[in-house]
């Protein structure tokens, strides 16, 4: 699992501030067909935004453990909503690995 700078998160909410969100929990929580559900949207879009419409007050927490189940990075939870991300497997197909590589070059200046 990658480490990401406060910088990263930043570059990454930006990111994430027009996108929908593509994951609902509701009244049955975090279940296996969410965590499914989660895993097939970050392969299909890398960076993603999930929405809590139950379990408002355990979201951060119920965010951590669906973002290890899917061996992904929390960005932030703002809100009802987390944002989530996980580099695409091959390297030509990742979206936001050149901001976030220019971030962490200026962050070591």
Known sequence: MIELSSKQRKILEKYAQPLQSVVIVGQNGVTEAVEKMTDSALTAHELIKISFNEFKD??????????????????????????LYRPAEKADERKYEKALEKAKAKQSI
């Not at 290890?68 to 932030?76: D, E, G, P, Q, T």
């Open 58 to 83: 355990e979201k951060r927490d119920l965010a951590a453990s669906l973002s290890k189940a899917c061996s992904a990075v929390l960005v932030r939870v703002i809100g009802n909503k987390a944002i």
